[in-house]
């Protein structure tokens, strides 16, 4: 089964500063999803950004942009000027045929 | 175009009732999720249906747990006898077909069901 694995459980980042969050998964795949999703203190998920493992171009949207290394099984995620909405909760997750895993979560302190 | 609907959103049951989520999937979206969120944690994969049939139920507990996504209505989880371990938020998620007839990876989660077992 894949593994999604997310070695920070609390990261803090000072506001307008850029912070990474780090992500590593196991997979023996080629063709896949990986994805950050963001979750507030409401609860609802949303989706920050999606790669497409057969693109090697990094995504991006707007403050957020992905360091995506196939080989090295990393997705790692990038917010720059960080605001303090951002803070969340950040799990990274892997898909694959609509098997979607998540990792355990990045929670994520802006502070002012 | 409505979003996943999950109802109810916040549920009380004592031990040993029965608890039953409902999760309406987006308009199109023939693929269904649930996950389960304990208190701090990240969301565990339970089970992935389609219409009328169970994909992959592979995080399901064995006993209790049960998943249906009939052709006609929304999709139940239903959690038999509960206990105090079953207290949890209930994701759900669905995602449509893509053009190639592939499920596409991006999931789109309702808001949650939170169940309480007193």
């Known amino acids: 089964a894949q593994t999604v694995t997310q070695s920070q459980p609390e990261m803090s980042v000072q506001e307008a500063e850029t912070v990474t969050l780090s992500c590593t998964y196991d997979?023996?795949?080629?063709?896949?999803?990986l994805f950050w999703y963001k979750q507030p203190p409401s609860r609802q998920m949303i989706l920050v950004i999606r790669q497409e493992a057969y693109k090697q171009q990094n995504a991006t949207e707007n403050r957020f942009s992905v360091n995506f290394q196939k080989a090295a099984k990393s997705f790692s995620l990038k917010i720059s000027d960080s605001q303090l909405g951002d803070a969340a909760m950040y799990f990274c997750?892997?898909?694959?045929?609509?098997?979607?895993?998540f990792g355990a979560g990045t929670r994520l302190t802006v502070k002012p | 175009n409505a979003g996943v609907m999950q109802n109810p959103r916040h549920l009380v049951r004592r031990r040993g009732q029965e608890a039953r989520l409902r999760c309406s999937p987006m308009?199109?979206?023939?693929?269904v999720y649930w996950y389960r969120q304990l208190p701090e944690e990240g969301l565990k994969f339970m089970v992935y249906l389609q219409k009328e049939n169970i994909i992959d139920e592979s995080g399901m507990p064995k006993e209790r747990f049960s998943a249906e996504f009939p052709k006609e209505g929304p999709s139940i989880l239903r959690i038999q006898q509960v206990v105090r371990g079953d207290s949890a938020a209930y994701f759900c998620a669905s995602s449509p077909i893509t053009g190639r007839g592939s499920v596409s990876g991006e999931l789109f989660f309702g808001e949650g069901s939170r169940l309480t077992v007193l």
């Open positions: 997750a892997y898909a694959q045929r609509g098997d979607m895993r």
């Open positions: 997979t023996s795949e080629s063709d896949y999803y």
């Open positions: 308009k199109g979206h023939s693929h």
